[in-house]
């Protein structure tokens, strides 16, 4: 059973697709089936370090790479924003299986397991699985193994300590802004910071940060659940990263950067996990962090914050979707994904 994963990552796409499909890589290792890591990047541009073993696709300079790796494949799953509608159909013809991680029902699938773990994935309207077979919702929500395991949290009575962490690449500075409001406003409290590896102001963000601050440079996703779990708060963007915090239990305080990421934010403050302080052009952004800090200062609230967030992930949907692949290529019929 020859199995690959594609996906990508860069300044503008962020890196929550290698994230999610890293937690996949590892499911299937897991579950003692090899799988083959793709990664669609141009070498020259915006490179980063990926901690295991993987190969680089450019479609500049090698436009067949993709077919050519789903010839050698039995099951391929895409993760991409990158891939052209009329390649998914060529792979779908191509492997035994083929499954396609989406986010918004963002185009017809051509025959294959269409994947989405959002907290609002059962709730598209995707067409009838006729040729489809659906795995929607936070059952199915992919996080590395160091968020596989249940998180035990400490609940102080009083803010102490405030997580910020704004994705990859934090393209509109946000980090910057944060610190200085806390500064500000809540000088005692203390601030762990996350910068993604495609962060490129890491000089400025330790300039401002105050002594007993702690800033992470591309930290482990080791460091990250451990940093998640020692903050009684975080401020985050709006993408994969809210799952590891509802996984730990770290009540939060989201910021809009992207549009994709309005459903996210919409339905995991609908289950009661997050606070919405707005998008990051909002003219009141700061403002409204201020108000929902001292809401969030109720050890009360927090714990209700904390218990929805542990609730809604449990950490099993990378292991899941893994099961689900390799039991139905064991048990393949070309034509027929519904499990009719």
Known sequence: MNISILTEYGKD????????????????????????????RDKSKNSMSVPFRHEIISLNTHPNAVLEAAQNSDIMIIDSYTIHKEIYAQISKIVTIAAYLDDYNRMRYPQGIVINGSAYGGRLAYPAPQKNNYLLGPR??????????????????????????????????????????????????????????????VSAVKKICKKGDVVLCNPSALQIRNSMLGSDI???????????????????????????????????KHYGFLEFAGWHNDKNLEQRIVFLIKKLNSLALRKKKADSGKQLIDGQGALRVATHLIQLFKNRDHHDYTGN
């Open 13 to 40: 796409i962020g890196i929550g697709h290698l994230s999610r499909c890293v937690s996949l890589w590892q499911a299937f290792k897991t579950l003692k089936a090899k799988a083959r890591m793709l990664v669609l």
């Open 140 to 201: 199915f929500v992919f996080l590395r193994r160091e968020f596989w395991e249940k998180c035990q949290r400490r609940l102080h009575k009083e803010l102490r300590t405030v997580l910020i962490t704004f994705g990859g690449s934090d393209q509109y500075n946000l980090t910057i802004r944060i610190i200085e409001l806390f500064n500000k406003y809540y000088p005692s409290l203390r601030k762990k910071v996350i910068l993604g590896p495609l962060t490129e102001n």
């Open 234 to 268: 975080a401020i985050s963007a709006g993408g994969q990263t809210l799952y590891e915090l509802a996984r730990t239990g770290t009540p939060t305080i989201a910021i809009g950067v992207s549009d994709n990421q309005r459903l996210n934010l919409q339905w995991l």
